[in-house]
């Protein structure tokens, strides 16, 4: 069975600074996709970035990029520049490539973002 | 598009009571899964389904049930609401090719006195 590991309950940073939260993970499978979702206070889960692990690239979105070590199965995020509104809980989550339902998430990192 | 909508927001039950949360997507996709959401543990998969009439299990479906006659809703059946039944429960959706992202309702806070 495959699990996610995030080791980092919570987090700070000061504004404008740049942060890493850790993910790990444990599969057998070859083919697999890995993320990063945000749920700000609303509650509301909302997808910051995706790695498909055949691709050796690492996934980045504006100020949002990933360290995927295949490997090591290690997924981190950075966030750079860090704004008050990055302040949220972030999940990192696993999912094979032949089942688009069955997400398998960590446990979260409360990120706290400092004025 | 209306996206994922989930009712009711909130809910409070009395141990032994049954009820449904309602899940309602409008982007015909076909898989639906629900997920609840508990402190210090993530997100939990308690069933999905690949399409309508076909449902699986996930990692928590014991006092639980869905059922699928639509492609568009995906109900969660509590029959007998236990106080371990107090969580946070999100119903997500996606299409069923490799690269896509599930998108998630608002989620359904229910606590079971």
């Known amino acids: 069975a495959q699990t996610v590991t995030q080791s980092q309950p919570e987090m700070s940073v000061q504004e404008a600074e740049t942060v890493t939260l850790s993910c790990t993970y444990d599969?057998?499978?070859?083919?697999?996709?890995l993320f990063w979702y945000k749920q700000p206070p609303s509650r509301q889960m909302i997808l910051v970035i995706r790695q498909e692990a055949y691709k050796q690239q690492n996934a980045t979105e504006n100020r949002f990029s990933v360290n995927f070590q295949k490997a090591a199965k290690s997924f981190s995020l950075k966030i750079s520049d860090s704004q008050l509104g990055d302040a949220a809980m972030y999940f990192c989550a696993y999912r094979s490539a032949s089942n688009t339902g069955k997400l398998i998430f960590g446990q979260g990192t409360t990120l706290q973002v400092k004025p | 598009n209306a996206g994922v909508t989930q009712t009711p927001k909130f809910q409070v039950l009395k141990t032994g009571q049954s009820m449904t949360l309602q899940c309602a997507q409008d982007?015909?996709?076909?898989?639906m899964s629900w997920y609840r959401q508990d402190p210090g543990m993530g997100l939990r998969l308690i069933h999905y389904?690949?399409?309508?009439?076909?449902?699986d299990q996930g990692e928590v479906p014991n006092g639980y049930n869905v059922s699928r006659s639509t492609t568009e809703d995906f109900p969660l059946r509590l029959l007998s609401a236990a106080p371990s039944q107090t969580s946070v429960y999100f119903c997500a959706s996606s299409y069923s090719y490799d690269h896509n992202e599930q998108f998630f309702g608002p989620g359904t806070r229910l606590t079971v006195l």
């Open positions: 599969t057998s499978e070859s083919d697999y996709y």
């Open positions: 982007m015909n996709h076909e898989y």
């Open positions: 389904s690949v399409g309508a009439g076909i449902t």
